[in-house]
């Protein structure tokens, strides 16, 4: 029972840290495309999934037992979250919430692989613009797990 006492308060603790992302998202919105706000949006968008993907993997390590591995792991744990698994627990998250969490995964790995002069305001902008709501729809679910 302890190991589930530990993730709560893990999971709520990466919760708090992905809020505190979201005021500073609005806080980003606000400003003009420059260089140094490219990459600040950048980096709110790539520590948002990271939060998301740390509960994920908590969440895959301490209930499921099973932590995907290898080339494509960040997507097979982010599918893993979405299914039922029979005896252990029920989907973590809807299939909804994971396509619209894939978009950040999918701009993380673009964030690490490029130079950030190479990246897009409007693409940044319009996923900070986005994250108040994902936040919303991840977070709900994510709380689901601690109903009795």
């Known amino acids: ?13 990466e919760l708090d840290k992905m809020q505190r992302l979201i005021d500073e998202a609005k806080d980003l919105q606000k400003k003009r495309a420059s260089s140094i706000n490219i990459r600040a949006g950048g980096s709110i ?33 982010l599918n893993q979250m979405t299914l039922s698994i029979e005896g252990i627990r029920d989907p973590v998250i809807s299939k909804n919430t994971a396509k619209m ?28 613009q986005k994250m108040p709501s994902v936040y919303a729809s991840f977070e709900r679910e994510i709380q689901d797990l601690f109903k009795e």
């Open 101 to 128: 969490l894939n978009e950040y995964l999918r701009f993380r790995h673009l964030f690490r692989k490029r130079y950030g002069f190479d990246l897009e305001w409007i693409h940044i902008k319009n996923l900070l």
């Open 45 to 77: 968008l790539h520590d948002f999934y990271t939060g998301a993907e740390n509960i994920f993997h908590a969440i895959a390590n301490t209930i499921d037992e099973s932590v995907p591995s290898g080339m494509n792991w960040h997507t097979e744990l």
């Open 1 to 13: 029972m302890n190991k589930l006492k530990v993730l709560k308060a893990q999971i709520l603790s």
